[in-house]
Structures are given as structure tokens and as C-alpha cells.
């Protein structure tokens, strides 16, 4: 029986890149999956390339709170709870700070916090009735250093460092730990869009000479929804190759 066997996880933004590689990890440590997606066919095949049986994908938009609110009412009536929730779903929207517009701002804020505060609004209250519950907020180095060209994604991933440590001391009482981890960069289509002379200069920063993969962060992860890490809350760890230190 592995680690996770009968937990019920959520990942948002499960159907490609560090949520998918999140997904195949939890899945492979027992949990049954709940995989959150705006593309249909995307999330579908997502759950298709699970391990084992009785994951459901969903679509909906992690930044309409209505939205949000009846995809985890679909979620408990199909599953009964949810032990594990992984907000993962980001967008990026940059440029240069005097360059952007007031929508690239909402946007990204939009989805990379207030989706964060949807879906932990929207579980928060059955987890703390049952004293039990996990929650992993997938923010970034950039939410730790700044970085030009991407205020508002900087903002809202350093906006989740505070909502992760203000969580996790509110719901610490009631059973329910809440982490955050903060890759550096991870290859993946969001790392796609780079050209080739920013992923020269990244390598180049980069201690450990290359960008991560992302089964380094779905690793981590299936390591802070598990028991061995019972004692740890309110922590933002780096994957990062040692980018930040
Ligand atoms: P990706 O672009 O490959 O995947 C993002 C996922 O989020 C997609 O499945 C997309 O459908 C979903 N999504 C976007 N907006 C959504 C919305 N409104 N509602 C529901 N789902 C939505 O990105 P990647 O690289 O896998 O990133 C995953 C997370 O890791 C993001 O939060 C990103 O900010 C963060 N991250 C990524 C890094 C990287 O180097 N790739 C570095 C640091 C953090």
C-alpha cells in the first residue's frame, strides 16, 4: 500500500507541464485524482495517462468563484472529501512594468492568486471540520527575488508566499498544514515561450547548469502531502538548482 493510498487530491492545472507531472506522481502514490483544466480534451487526456483507476478531470476557470464553487460541489458529491489540494494553475502576461496594461495585471492576478483563494475558500471549511487536509500553493522564485518584465506575475506569486504562511496559521489548530513551493525554472511549455538567448543567460544563473524537469517539484510535492511531512507548515521551499539562496 503506498503513502497516499484513499486520499482524494484536486490538482489545478493538471493537464500539462509541473500539474501533470503532479498528477502522475500523487497518482502513483495512491490518491485518486480530481484534475482541474480550462481545455476539456487536454484534462481528459490527462486522466487517460494516470496509473491506475477512478480519476475525473473537470473543466472550469479557477478565477470565477462561482465556477469554482460548483466544480468543488461536483468534486465532493463524486469523491465524499478532499484530503490534498494543489493550487499549480499560473499564467504568465509579460512586460515591461510601463508596457503593461491594467489587464495583464488582472489577468495574472487574477488567476495565480484569487484562484488560490477560491479553491482553498471553497475546501477550506470541509477540511477543517474533518481536522485533517493538506494544502501545496505552487508559487515561484520570482515571488522570492522580483523580476523586470513580470510585476504582475511577481506580485501575485509573492502574494501567495503570504497567503500560504497566513493559512497555515489559521488552519494549523484545526489539523490542516499548508506549504508552498517555489520552482526556479522548470521546462515546460510556459518555459517554451523563452528564446534561446534568455535560456542561455538562465543556465548561466543557474548553479546547477540547467532548468529542472517537472517530476523535481511533483517529488516535492508528493513528499509534503504525505505523513513524513507532518510537522512542517507555513514553509515556501525553492526547486531551483540552487538559483536562490
Ligand atoms: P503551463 O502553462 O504548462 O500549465 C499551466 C496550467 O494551468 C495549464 O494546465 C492551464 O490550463 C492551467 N490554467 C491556466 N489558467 C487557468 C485557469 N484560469 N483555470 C484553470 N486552469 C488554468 O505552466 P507550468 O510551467 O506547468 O506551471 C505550473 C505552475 O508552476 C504555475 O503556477 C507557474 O506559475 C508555476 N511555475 C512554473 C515555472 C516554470 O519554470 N515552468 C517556474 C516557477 C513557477
Not at 480519476?55 to 478532499?82: M, P
Not at 504582475?152 to 508552498?180: H, W
Request: aromatic share 4%; glycine share 10%; hydrophobic share 40%.
Amino acid at each position: 500500500m503506498s503513502e497516499l493510498s484513499e486520499k482524494v487530491a484536486i490538482v489545478t492545472g493538471g493537464s500539462r507541464g509541473i500539474g501533470l507531472a503532479v498528477s502522475q506522481e500523487l497518482a502513483r502514490a495512491g490518491c485518486t485524482l480530481a484534475i482541474i483544466g480550462r481545455n476539456k480534451k487536454r484534462v481528459d487526456s490527462a486522466v487517460a495517462s494516470l496509473s491506475n483507476n477512478g480519476h475525473q478531470a473537470y473543466t472550469c476557470d479557477v478565477s470565477d468563484s462561482v465556477d469554482t464553487l460548483n466544480i468543488v460541489k461536483l468534486i465532493n458529491n463524486e469523491f465524499g472529501s478532499v484530503d490534498i489540494l494543489v493550487n499549480n494553475a499560473g499564467i504568465t502576461k509579460d512586460n515591461l512594468f510601463i508596457r503593461m496594461t491594467e489587464e495583464d495585471w488582472d489577468d495574472v492576478i487574477n488567476v495565480n492568486l484569487k484562484g488560490a483563494f477560491n479553491m482553498t475558500k471553497a475546501l477550506a471549511r470541509n477540511m477543517m471540520k474533518r481536522r485533517a487536509g493538506v494544502i501545496i500553493n505552487i508559487t515561484s522564485v520570482v515571488g522570492l527575488t522580483g523580476n523586470p518584465g513580470q510585476a504582475n506575475y511577481a506580485a501575485s506569486k509573492a502574494g501567495l508566499i503570504g497567503f500560504t504562511k497566513s493559512i497555515a496559521q489559521e488552519l494549523a489548530p484545526r489539523g490542516v498544514r499548508c506549504n508552498a513551493i517555489a520552482p526556479g525554472f522548470i521546462d515546460t511549455d510556459m518555459t517554451a515561450e523563452l528564446d534561446d538567448e534568455t535560456v542561455k543567460e538562465l543556465h548561466s544563473r543557474i548553479p546547477m547548469g540547467h532548468l529542472g524537469r517537472p517530476s523535481d517539484v511533483a517529488d516535492l510535492v508528493r513528499f509534503l502531502a504525505g505523513p513524513a511531512a507532518h510537522y512542517i507548515t507555513g514553509q515556501i521551499i525553492s526547486v531551483d538548482g540552487g538559483m536562490v539562496m
